[in-house]
């Protein structure tokens, strides 16, 4: 590896011209086309962060696909091994995250993220005494800079999905109850949800959110904010029942 | 499209449309290229793989265009151009001069490098000498026709 820059494993060439078109390459040669290409790999893995997805799991499928190019290439073709290799270890790298509903989740993710900047800048605001800076949204978010402003300037699309849409009478988010969640059953004005959602905290007005309005699963909120499952699911059923209480005590008012 | 709940809220690009960003040549303001892709693929009705794709291979333009470049204390000067079958990008280094043979005279492997991943990525790719600067560019088909 040098600077910025990937090194072509000079020797693996010389090992693959020995080799007869048509046989898949094997034994010491193969093993050392893997290990000298795995700097590759490891690179182009790199190229992928940020989409949440640890680093670990990218390596990993890219190393697999670093395999599969050594096993598939054919030295005879003409074809430099290290465009055959960048080209399939990125297909599999797109293959991954494709396979994993990535697209859902991305959007998703900027859309969480959309609806966290505004508690946080409500919390900054109050604690700083102004308006606070992208960096420091960033920092209270657990995001980078450039993360809060995606989110910011996608978030302007997202409004119509809000909780504050739950007013409407196509309200998405009552119409995605259901199951054993029923018990918001027992609300009968939707224009109380707003107002009670927004005496939770931040937490678990956030994971309310996720569960009813966007729809992910218990498991999904887990992975999403860092709990185990159960944890969301005790979390859910406190939220739920502190939510009721709230409506019952304005519906009494 | 990411963000349009209704397929109406977000504005979109047409055909003929053209958006320039310059920027100083820094590694560090190569986020602005990846910001106004990211915005730009999103107005021109690619899907979100597409527009990652994108964003990652704006980043390589950059990089082809600061590596092939002799002068990184410039310009970095980005156009996005819409037609109706493609979103076409080039980035110019302003006052920079390729090597005889095409590539800068440091980070050979890394041009190699950003150029694999861009053939990868997107269905077109190249970097030229032109009036004394260094243009890279590319080309992103649309799946299907403009909007």
Redesign the interface.
Known sequence: MTGRGYDAPAHVTEVTKGEESGRPISGAARDAMITDNLGLAHQLARRFLHRGEPLDDLVQVASVALVKSVDRYDPQRGVDFAAFATRTIIGELKRHFRDKGWAVRASRRVQELYLELGHATSTLVQQLGRSPTVAELAVATGSSEEAVIEAIEAGQGYRATSIDASENEDDPLAARLGGRDLRYDAVDERALLAPALAKLPPREQSILRMRFVQGLTQSEIALSIGVSQMHVSRLLASSLEELRHHIGADTAD | ??????GG??DTLGEGDQVVLTFPARGDLV?LA??VA??IS?RVGF???EL??LR?AVGELC?LAL?GSDDWHGDLRLEFTVSSEALDISCTSGGAALAADGRGA????????SE??L???VDEHGRVQEDGSVRAWLRKRRKGPLE
């Not at chain 2, 499209?1 to 209704?6: H, N, P, T, W």
């Not at chain 2, 440091?106 to 490098?113: H, N, V």
């Open positions: 499209m990411i963000g349009a709940s209704d809220s977000v986020v990846r910001l990211s915005a999103t899907d979100i793989e990652e794709d990652l990089l590596q440091e980070g050979d492997e890394a041009d190699q490098l694999q991943i053939a990868a990525l």
